[in-house]
């Protein structure tokens, strides 16, 4: 009986790099790992509310991640979510030329751990995230607001915000000081039509009336 010809097996497909991190990091950390995504050349994962000190301490500290450079938080507004909020970290990771985004749900009741006992850096950012979200951090050394004011209504980036704001300010010159008052629109909202002027309107532009003189 001839012998059967050799065939070569397919060569195995090389995994992703940030593919390879991201299953490294699942492993490690567990269950804390909601899930993970690759999209855009930047590696995602979603991680449990509670964890975020846990995890953002073994990015920094772990041989195959190195992640100590922290570079900022954000928030993010979904207003039709149970958890309305997501929190979005950067990392970069200068020995492995590598970022990553690591995301947690948030609402405005609960606290989130403050991260600034493992990069200082973050406490601006946190304040940022609270006064502009309304994003609660706990641990947090300073939680106080930084952009609006100490008595600012509301948080201005949320999606349910207004966008006129609640109230002005202006500096009085007869009180010497900062005055807030009431919202004053200094025009009625128009209706525009948006007929072309080219193909002919149902009015008379201002000025075409000259050209009969």
Known sequence: MADEPQVDPLPETPVHPLVALGDHIATALGDVVLGQQLSFGELTLTVTRESIVDVATFLRDDAQCRFISFVDICGVDFPERDERFEVVYHFLSPHKNTRIRIKLAADDTVPVPSITGVF?????????????????????????????????????????????????????????????????LAQEFRSFDYLSPWEGTDYVLPGDEKAKQ
């Open 120 to 184: 200082v850096g973050a406490e601006w950012f946190e304040r940022e995230a609270y006064d502009l979200y309304g994003i609660l951090f706990s641990g947090h050394p300073d939680l106080r607001r930084i952009l609006s004011d100490y008595g600012f209504d509301g948080h201005p980036l949320r999606k349910d915000f207004p966008l006129t704001g609640f109230v002005e300010t202006r500096y009085d010159e007869e009180r010497k000081r900062v005055v807030y008052e009431p919202v004053k």
